[in-house]
């Protein structure tokens, strides 16, 4: 059965930082490509940043570029988001995602919010 667990997420004031942690099992995660996306009540999940299979390749939304950072240990099973600099518009609910080809897996989330 394959899981995706999120880990990190928090309350943090702006300006600050958080590094989301994603521990996938029950698949070949070097094979996939992994992505962050966030989602805020009432809207649709957003795509944040991707990392190809081996890390040699990563994309981010307009929105994070330059504050965020998505890497992956292949050896650990896990893909990171590392947030800096923080803002209000950052808070959502943080989720997993590995793709290849047709197959398509998902985390259950993982709450921040920037808040003073």
């Known amino acids: 059965q394959v899981q995706l667990v999120e880990f990190g997420g928090g309350g943090v004031q702006p300006g600050g930082s958080l590094r989301l942690f994603c521990v996938a099992s029950g698949l070949s995660f070097s094979i996939y490509t992994m992505r962050w996306y966030r989602r805020t009540p009432g809207e649709e999940r957003d795509l944040v940043a991707t990392?190809?299979?081996?890390?040699?390749?990563?994309d981010y939304a307009d929105s994070v570029k330059g504050r965020f950072t998505i890497s992956r240990d292949n050896a650990k099973n896990t893909v990171y988001l590392q947030m800096n600099s923080l803002k209000p518009e950052d808070t959502a609910v943080y989720y997993c995602n590995a793709r290849r080809v047709r197959y398509e897996y998902w985390g259950q989330g993982t709450q921040v919010t920037v808040s003073s």
């Open positions: 990392i190809t299979s081996t890390g040699g390749s990563t």
